[in-house]
């Protein structure tokens, strides 16, 4: 079996027995493929004829060309998945790529708008019409529950369980978890659902939450577009749906909220990528010392 092959049944394997999501797959599929031709540049077609040294050598091209080291490190991971794929399918006996280090990632913290950006951002007039009560829900559920965007997109009706106060989301992998919608996101929800989604339904029926004008499933563009929209009014330049996420998850941490249930929330399988979430300023972590500590206040 060539690379070639190998990389359809290995795309095959992540979307049906992985479960991987469509993004992922795409984005693993470019991965590799940028791998393979550059590995056919090489003269190297075959998976039993690839080095550790030639995987390097193509995870050095890309960084040259200037690939941010998010995107550098997605790389490797596929890279390095598609060989473990390969030596486990019997394709080949040798995994070039073991004990190979991902290459570092800086960390950076996320973008998080303030309190009163958030209310300034979510009490601004929103046009009562179906479009922007819809508007108004889409950024209220971004931030009241902290989806990300894809997930918002991907939110059906049978999904929606207001009555309950909760909402089952479909997040990376197809994982299912259910999150808590109340206050002025489950109102903002409801209003769309009772006064304007009917509105932009089309000729074709689609079990979609959020509708775009056309009456088809909102996308992850026009989400983001509705954020940038919504934000200029507000004073926030380039506010992005993530910004929103991340938002979510600080002003729980800040108001007291336990970093396990702050995990769950967001769907994270490894609470390193919740403690991202951590960066709060330092008077707010003197005032929980100062509210937590036994011995904080002897001696004034």
């Given at each position: 079996?060539?690379?070639a092959?190998?990389?359809?049944?290995?795309?095959?394997?992540?979307?049906?027995?992985?479960?991987?999501?469509?993004?992922?797959?795409?984005?693993y599929?470019?991965?590799?493929?940028?791998?393979?031709d550059?590995?056919?540049?090489?003269?190297?077609?075959?998976?039993?004829?690839?080095?550790?040294a030639?995987v390097?050598?193509?995870?050095?091209?890309?960084?040259?060309?200037?690939?941010?080291?998010?995107?550098?490190?997605?790389?490797?991971?596929?890279?390095?998945?598609?060989?473990?794929?390969?030596?486990?399918?019997?394709?080949?006996?040798?995994?070039?790529?073991?004990?190979?280090?991902l290459p570092?990632?800086?960390?950076?913290?996320?973008d998080?708008?303030?309190?009163?950006q958030?209310?300034?951002?979510?009490?601004?007039?929103?046009p009562?019409?179906?479009?922007?009560?819809?508007?108004?829900?889409?950024?209220?559920?971004?931030?009241?529950?902290?989806?990300?965007?894809?997930?918002?997109?991907?939110?059906?009706?049978?999904?929606?369980?207001?009555?309950?106060?909760?909402?089952?989301?479909?997040?990376?992998?197809?994982?299912?978890?259910?999150?808590?919608?109340?206050?002025?996101?489950?109102?903002?929800?409801?209003?769309?659902?009772?006064?304007?989604?009917?509105?932009?339904?089309g000729r074709?029926?689609t079990?979609?939450?959020?509708?775009?004008?056309h009456g088809g499933?909102?996308?992850?563009q026009?989400v983001h577009?509705?954020?940038e929209?919504y934000?200029?009014?507000?004073?926030?330049?380039?506010l992005?749906?993530?910004?929103?996420?991340?938002?979510?998850?600080?002003?729980?941490?800040?108001?007291?909220a336990?970093?396990?249930?702050v995990?769950?929330?967001?769907?994270?399988?490894?609470?390193?990528?919740?403690q991202?979430?951590?960066?709060?300023?330092?008077?707010?972590?003197?005032?929980?010392?100062?509210a937590?500590h036994?011995?904080?206040?002897?001696?004034?």
């Open positions: 079996m060539d690379l092959r190998a990389l359809g049944e290995y795309l095959d394997y992540l979307a049906v027995e992985r479960g991987s999501s469509p993004n992922t797959v795409a984005a599929r470019r991965d590799l493929t940028r791998y393979l550059w590995l056919a540049g090489e003269k190297i077609v075959e998976p039993t004829d690839v080095t550790r030639d390097e050598r193509h995870l050095g091209a890309l960084s040259e060309v200037g690939l941010s080291p998010a995107s550098l490190e997605r790389a490797a991971s596929a890279i390095k998945g598609f060989h473990r794929f390969m030596v486990l399918e019997g394709v080949c006996d040798e995994l070039p790529t073991a004990d190979m280090p570092a990632k800086p960390s950076r913290l996320p998080v708008l303030s309190r009163e958030a209310a300034s951002l979510l009490d601004q007039p929103f009562q019409t179906p479009a922007g009560l819809r508007d108004r829900a889409v950024l209220e559920v971004l931030y009241g529950c902290g989806l990300r965007a894809s997930e918002l997109c991907g939110l059906d009706r049978r999904a929606v369980l207001l009555d309950e106060e909760l909402l089952r989301v479909f997040g990376k992998g197809s994982k299912e978890r259910l999150v808590p919608i109340l206050g002025t996101a489950a109102a903002s929800l409801r209003a769309y659902l009772e006064e304007g989604r009917g509105a932009l339904v074709m029926p079990p979609a939450v959020f509708l775009n004008v499933r909102l996308s992850r026009s577009a509705i954020c929209k934000g200029r009014v507000a004073g926030i330049k380039g992005h749906p993530h910004t929103l996420r991340h938002s979510f998850a600080t002003h729980l941490l800040e108001g007291g336990d970093l396990r249930a995990q769950e929330l967001l769907g994270h399988a490894d609470i390193s990528t919740t991202l979430y951590t960066h709060l300023d330092r008077s707010h972590i003197r005032r929980v010392y100062l937590a036994p011995r904080a206040h002897l001696g004034e």
